[in-house]
């Protein structure tokens, strides 16, 4: 049974369609990779999935784990299990990190969270990312490179445990030590059995995964479908046949 199952979606904003119709189907456990030109809709795909209220959807259905979630509002979604990273994350001054993924964990679970346990989780996910303890008490996102804001996104996954993760364009921009810990979270998370979506340009970010399918869309439809190997062929050729 898949974790995901997307039939004939089409969304879009006020001014147009932006997705013509997708077909998906993610298992539980695997690792997705959406690639393709600018502006092909890949983020739009992305942001359906999780129910951002920019985008309608204007036929199709999507399917999370055996339950129709086309017309769940994006809070309810992340309760069910979704995660999304994005490509620019908002501050928020006056709370922390560590407030915030309290918060979030209370939401997700809707039990109090045990401090105790909780401050034990924090210290041992610092330590796989190998990051300092003081990270997480800085206000969220305030004052954050472009890499501190990956790194803050990666550690809420893993300290969340979402069942899937949508990941977006996570490794742009970000320089080759950023890099690392972001592959490295990524990578432990889809050890714990997580499920991927990883929408990128660069596949730096993918050398330490196991890829199990990838997607290229153009133009708001899947243009093409294959494994690991089909990533071999857009870094060699880019997407022209394609489109």
């Known amino acids: 049974m898949s974790l995901l199952e997307i039939k004939g979606l089409k969304a879009g904003i006020e001014t147009g369609e932006i997705l013509g119709g997708i077909d998906l189907n993610v298992e539980a456990g695997s690792t997705h990779v959406i690639m393709g030109p600018n502006g092909a809709g890949k983020s739009t795909l992305g942001n359906v999935i999780m129910g951002s209220p920019a985008y309608s959807v204007t036929d199709g259905s999507i399917i999370f784990d055996g339950e129709d979630i086309t017309k769940m509002a994006a809070n309810e979604r992340a309760k069910k299990g979704l995660f999304m990273s994005f490509q620019n994350p908002l501050e928020v001054p006056g709370l922390t990190l560590e407030a915030f993924l309290r918060s979030a964990m209370r939401e997700r ?3 109090a969270v045990r401090i105790f346990q909780y401050k034990k989780e924090l210290e041992e996910t610092c ?3 190998d990051m300092d303890e003081a990270f997480v008490e800085r206000d969220l996102n305030v004052g954050f490179s472009g890499g501190e804001k990956k790194k803050a996104e990666i550690f809420q996954l893993l300290m969340l445990k979402p069942k899937l993760a949508i990941l977006d364009e996570t490794d742009s921009g970000l320089d080759v030590d950023a890099v690392r810990i972001v592959s490295k979270g ?3 998370f889809s050890k714990q059995g997580g499920s991927l979506i990883i929408i990128t340009h660069n596949t730096r970010i993918l050398e ?3 890829v199990d399918r ?3 869309i153009v133009k708001g439809k899947i243009a093409a ?3 690991s190997e089909l990533i071999d062929e857009i870094n060699t050729n880019g997407f022209e046949k394609y489109i």
């Open 214 to 216: 990838t997607h290229v």
């Open 127 to 129: 330590k796989l990312l």
């Open 186 to 188: 990524v990578e432990i």
């Open 208 to 210: 330490a995964l196991n």
């Open 225 to 227: 479908e294959g494994g």
């Open 109 to 111: 679970t809707g039990k």
